[in-house]
Each structure stands twice: as structure tokens, then as C-alpha cells.
């Protein structure tokens, strides 16, 4: 559900230049328990076809679906300037899947008896506006009203001026509270990467560590997510895959592999690679770090505005997917689960140059969905996508 629209400038025509063409081959396929050969078949058109017609550089794509199949695949290039293959082993920056960490780690909190989801954001960090009526349910369920920072025209300039720019999240705050809420807190459903740079400070005060550090051994260190970090700079762990964005002066495509993602910080910095968030999803559907009374609250799902899209605590729900979607500058995502088929879908881009508005991570998983849960189709739309540069409603970017 994210897509920050504010912050995408977005020519569908540059997009399907700039990309076209780098990678519509398999690169390696890396399971034994496929499908049967008819499936992978068709999954493979399917994916092929998605990365010919929107330009993708590179995607590695998992589905496992105990008694069916494994399709794990990674397609195209990591480095359009050297035509390295992609493989399933690199690390990419997930966006706004980093809600799910983020989220759970509140969550958590809640289960020690340091916090309640009721709780004013006003009791733990000052100067919101109207913070004395805004709760953490309302913050994590993305109902505040407070507008996105990465709506905000200023802070767009400042990041296309100088991506290697650190943000304090106290920066992040004062470009979203210059405006008026968009609604009165509880009243509505709006994705809004401040509400979860608040959740964060919420987070570090209560739990008195660094947010990447509380994550760290609270949340995936327990789940031994070993390839999985939330960084405090640029860098990005070998071995990785470029990353290539518009999100340009000039409307034109550019690694932003090492753009500092200190913006997104609590909302989108994290990174993790395919066999992680393949492990991670199905602990963050079945609650598995959290209470039982604790995760029926979080998959308490509430309407978006959005046909077949709803939206929990830090988790969205799409035709019964459940997860999150993420992007942001040279990188999209997607890690959800279908309950009912036992199935886990995990997709990473190295891309986030839309195809005619359309999130790139949803043209993947529509189209894998359409092969192998033709009654669960995942298809967010496109005023619904998770951005971390555009405004509008997101479960991730």
C-alpha cells in the first residue's frame, strides 16, 4: 500500500526505455521440490513476460506452497552495466516491509506491559500535533491522519538534492507537521510513513536502545534472519544488487544503490534478502513472536477504501494475502502469505521505475497469483501502492 506518489516523478515512456530488455531470462533456479513441469512453465511466461513489458533490470522470485511446489527463480541482471546475473543470495533493500520489524517490535512492548496500544503518542514523544488524541493503535493502523513527510515538497528537493543527506527522524517529523492533519484521528484510513517514525521513537524511548538494535534482538535475531539489517548509513551489505531509480532531477534512470535511506528509517531502511523474508513471513502471520490476544489485534483488519485491500496493525490484507509491499528509491518488494493455501510469496526488484503507474513488485505477484491462486489474486491498486515517495495509501514503500 505504499507508494509515497509525492515523492515518484514518474514517465512511463523513460521507464520503458531505460530498462527494457535487461532481463527476461532465468537466471538460476535453485530448489528441487518444483512444481510440476506444466506450472514452472507457465510461471516462468508469466514472470518473463511481466520483466519484458515493464523493463525490469533484475527480480528474484520465491513461492512455496508445502504440498505443491517450490518456484524459487531469479531473473535478469543485478549490474545492467556489467550483465551480472541476479541470484537468489543478494541483498536488497526491502522498503516498507521494514513496517512489519518496526511494528512487531511495538507489539512486542505491548506483550511486556511497557505500553498500551491506547496509549496518546503525546505520553512518549512531544510536539505532535493533535498528540494528545492520536493513539499507537491509530499510528500503526495508519488511521492518525498525519500527513506523509514524503508528501512534502521540501523534503523531496532536499533528498533529489543530495541523496547521500542523514535525516534525524526528528527532520522527518518537522517536514509533516508544517500541515494540518488530513482527518480527525480515528476517522479514516491513510498510509503514512510518519505514523511509523513516531512508532520508532516510541520504540527507542520505551525499550532504550537504538530502533536497529532493539530490532536486531528482539525480532529477527530470534528468528536467526542472519542476512537481515537495519542500517545507519549508506551502506549495503555484499553480496548485493544495484538498484536503479527515476527518482531524478531530470526524469532519467540512476543507480541509487547507495543513497542513504536514513529517510525511511522506522517506515523503509531495512534490508534482507530472499531466503530471509521467506522465514519471516510466516513467523509475522502466525504471530509467532508475539501473544496470542496481542496478534489477533494486529490482524484485526480494517477497510482501506480499497477493494479487497485492508489494513492491520503494520500488515495489509489483499485478496486475502496477508503481508506487506515496499518501496523506495532503486528497490521493490513484496512478502505475503496466503493462509489458506499455506502458501509464502516473497518478491524483490531492483527497480522501482513504475510501468504506467503500476508498482512493479505487483505486476510480479499478480501475475505469479494468476498461475497458482487464480481465486487469491494479489492486486493492489495503484492510488493503494506502498511508496516511500509518492502520497498515498501504502502497506509499504
Not at 12 to 19: G, I, K, V
Not at 169 to 197: C, E, I, M
Amino acid at each position: 500500500m505504499a507508494r509515497l506518489s509525492m515523492f515518484k516523478i514518474v514517465l512511463a515512456a523513460l521507464a520503458a526505455l531505460c530498462l527494457v530488455g535487461a532481463g527476461a531470462v532465468p537466471a538460476q533456479a535453485a530448489r528441487t521440490d518444483r512444481f510440476d513441469a506444466a506450472t514452472v512453465e507457465r510461471l516462468d511466461r508469466a514472470v518473463t513476460a511481466v520483466m519484458e513489458r515493464a523493463g525490469i533490470p533484475g527480480a528474484n522470485v520465491g513461492l512455496w506452497m508445502p504440498g505443491r511446489g517450490t518456484y524459487v527463480k531469479s531473473f535478469g541482471v543485478s549490474d545492467t552495466s556489467s550483465g551480472t546475473p541476479m541470484d537468489t543470495g543478494l541483498h536488497l533493500r526491502i522498503g516498507s516491509v521494514t513496517k512489519t520489524f518496526t511494528i512487531t517490535g511495538l507489539l512486542k512492548l505491548v506483550d511486556q506491559g511497557k505500553i498500551a496500544l491506547d496509549d496518546p503518542i503525546a505520553r512518549y514523544v512531544p510536539g505532535v500535533p493533535q498528540g494528545d488524541r492520536i493513539t499507537l493503535r491509530q499510528l500503526a493502523g495508519m488511521r492518525s491522519g498525519l500527513v506523509d513527510y514524503t508528501e512534502d515538497e521540501r523534503w523531496a528537493a532536499s533528498l533529489l538534492a543530495d541523496p547521500q543527506r542523514t535525516y534525524t527522524p526528528r527532520q522527518l517529523l518537522d517536514y509533516a507537521f508544517t500541515h494540518p492533519l488530513d482527518f480527525p484521528p480515528g476517522t479514516k484510513w491513510a498510509y503514512s510513513n510518519t505514523n511509523t517514525v513516531l512508532l520508532g521513537l516510541v520504540i527507542e524511548k520505551v525499550g532504550g536502545q537504538p530502533l536497529g538494535t532493539y530490532l536486531k534482538q528482539q525480532v529477527y535475531e530470534p528468528l536467526e534472519l542472519d542476512e537481515t539489517s537495519f542500517p545507519t548509513d549508506a551502506r549495503i551489505p555484499a553480496p548485493y544488487s544495484q538498484g536503479y531509480s527515476d527518482f531524478t532531477k531530470d526524469g532519467g534512470t540512476t543507480a541509487a544503490t547507495h543513497w542513504n535511506p536514513s529517510w525511511a528509517w522506522a517506515a523503509g531502511a531495512m534490508i534482507s534478502d530472499l531466503d530471509d523474508l521467506r522465514a519471516w513471513v510466516p513467523a509475522l502471520a502466525d504471530g509467532r513472536l508475539l501473544t496470542p490476544a496481542t496478534q489477533e489485534q494486529r490482524l484485526d483488519f480494517g477497510p482501506t477504501g480499497y477493494p479487497d485491500v485492508s489494513y492491520g496493525l503494520g500488515i495489509m490484507r489483499v485478496k486475502g494475502w496477508i503481508g506487506h509491499n515496499g518501496d523506495l528509491p532503486g528497490y521493490e518488494s513484496l512478502a505475503v502469505k496466503l493462509p489458506s493455501e499455506d502458501a509464502t510469496m516473497v518478491i524483490l526488484v531492483n527497480s522501482d521505475v513504475d510501468y504506467r503507474g503500476a508498482s512493479l513488485s505487483t505486476l510480479l505477484g499478480r501475475a505469479v497469483t494468476s498461475v497458482v491462486t487464480p481465486e487469491h489474486v494479489f492486486d493492489l491498486p495503484s492510488a493503494a501502492q506502498s511508496r516511500q515517495q509518492s502520497p498515498s495509501p501504502t502497506p509499504s514503500r
